[in-house]
């Protein structure tokens, strides 16, 4: 179902603080690390502890309606609520100031850890601002956090000084489905973004750039506040590759893992080249062929995957780059994949205390923004889509994601995604365009990753009134 070319609703635009994208070209303000609740002191340290539990069901129907986060793949993964520390940073030295508050927590805590794995201990989730400028990134410690990977599953509570008796967790009330949902364009409507589209074919033809990805927004309202975890519980059902998050009003499915590390391994998964899926499955296999063989594909990927091992390689002592991509099927769409593996230099180190082993952080900061984000090159390519995208991103297509004390971590790139503000959300989707893209192509790529998000707030086709009904 088309998604451009409609109409405004009159409603407000998100705007600074509220928990959106703020508008372009407000200022971002770096704060010092606060925990929630007034948050107690910093220079008390905080005291964790993780123990194994009994499975208590589906992660994410553990969750409590507000202060939530999610990080789930396949059942397995992390989520957590309340804030016992949060840091708010921004601007160009915002994972940097990230890293360093986060060394100082880790270095500091009192842990008691029963389980001793990825993600048990001492966690943070995270996600960060796409641009320098404007836009806002933010860490936060859970006061409980609940994980799972295999067949064990640990519960691990934190607090300042002291820590009460590990909580009792089990199945919440489930949320309630979004009612009376409507839609407007976002900064551009379809047609106008088609227009800027075709300026950057213009600037890529001219020799001024390779390849450069420009966002799209769609803007949604609900008739009262949405509860994030009905879109979480949805996307993580519909689509249980993907990496299903929440941090801090930032919510998506993200089929890109910018980043994983785990006791000195490093793996990223690139993805660069899609055609959407008919629901035929011998067409999809027809269209999956056809991809594989697609010269703007093949380019657009290219240039995403050495972006990556580039930025990589400083990094490791060894890697691994396939000659050539496989096709990873998602329920709407269908994209050109890469899995490069590398290890971490030094990685016998103790990781965040380590400063020279680099942490999962760090190598996300080192691959942002990819190709598969930005373009190629890099400095031509975000200055293009400062000149002509007429939008702030926000933390779209930035690293969210978690890492826990060690320095081992998993950063996805925020995309299929969108920010909510009680019952506003803004949704995004972004296209890599080169010499010989159509702009009525990317277009309807545009369209098709605006679906996985729409449909899990307000489902596939739902049948509306002529005041909500998709233009067509």
């Known amino acids: 179902m088309p998604l451009g070319n409609h109409r405004a609703t009159p409603w407000n635009r998100p705007g600074p603080g509220s928990g959106q994208a703020p508008s372009v070209g407000c200022t971002t303000v770096t704060t010092a690390a606060t925990s929630a609740s007034d948050l107690g002191d910093e220079a008390t340290p905080l005291v964790v502890r ?109 607090g300042r000084a002291s820590i009460t008796s590990p909580p009792e967790v089990s199945a919440t009330d489930p949320p309630s489905r979004p009612e009376g949902v409507t839609y407007a364009d976002g900064a551009l409507t379809g047609a106008a973004w088609e227009g800027i589209v075709d300026e950057a074919v213009r600037r890529i033809g001219a020799g001024t750039l390779e390849k450069v990805v420009l966002a799209h927004d769609l803007l949604m309202r609900s008739d009262a506040d949405i509860d994030v975890r009905w879109p979480l519980q949805r996307l993580a059902e519909s689509y249980p590759t993907c990496w299903t998050f929440h941090v801090d009003g930032l919510l998506g499915a ?3 893992l910018l980043v994983r590390r785990e006791r000195g391994l490093v793996t990223s998964r690139v993805l660069a080249g899609t055609i959407r899926r008919t629901g035929n499955d011998a067409r999809d296999l027809a269209l999956a062929a056809a991809l594989a063989r697609s010269s703007k594909d093949l380019e657009e990927h290219e240039y995403a995957v050495r972006s990556v091992a580039e930025a990589l390689a400083p990094h490791c002592t060894s890697m691994n780059v ?20 590398g290890g971490v230099a030094g990685s016998g180190g103790s990781g965040v205390g380590d400063d020279e082993v680099a942490s999962s952080l760090q190598l996300a900061e080192a691959l942002h923004p990819s190709a598969a984000v930005g373009g190629t090159p890099t400095a031509q390519a975000l200055a293009l889509i400062t000149e002509i995208e007429g939008m702030d991103r926000g933390r779209y297509a930035g690293p969210v994601g978690w890492m826990d004390a060690s320095g081992d971590g998993e950063w ?45 707030v307000s489902g596939p086709e739902d049948p509306v009134g002529p005041a909500t009904r998709w233009p067509r």
């Open 50 to 158: 993780t123990v194994e539990v009994v499975d208590p069901g589906a992660l994410l129907s553990l969750l409590p309606r507000d202060a939530v986060l999610a990080w789930v793949r396949r059942g397995e993964g992390l989520v957590g609520w309340g804030a016992a520390a949060v840091l708010r940073t921004g601007g160009p030295g915002r994972f940097a100031e990230a890293q360093s508050w986060w060394r100082e927590q880790a270095r500091a805590a009192v842990v008691r850890d029963q389980v001793v794995g990825p993600g048990t201990g001492l966690v943070g989730f995270g996600s960060f601002a796409f641009a320098d400028e404007p836009g806002d990134s933010v860490l936060v410690v859970p006061e409980v956090v609940v994980g799972r990977r295999g067949e064990t599953t640990w519960l691990t509570t934190v």
């Open 412 to 456: 996805g790139i925020a995309l299929r995604s969108a920010e909510v503000s009680g019952p506003n959300l803004r949704l995004f989707a972004g296209c890599g365009i080169v010499a010989d893209s159509d702009p009525a192509d990317e277009l309807a790529e545009a369209q098709a990753k605006f679906v996985p998000v729409r449909d899990a």
């Open 254 to 256: 993200t089929p890109e």
């Open 322 to 341: 396939p000659e050539a991509p496989f096709v990873l099927h998602l329920p709407n769409v269908m994209h050109l994949a890469t899995d490069v593996a």
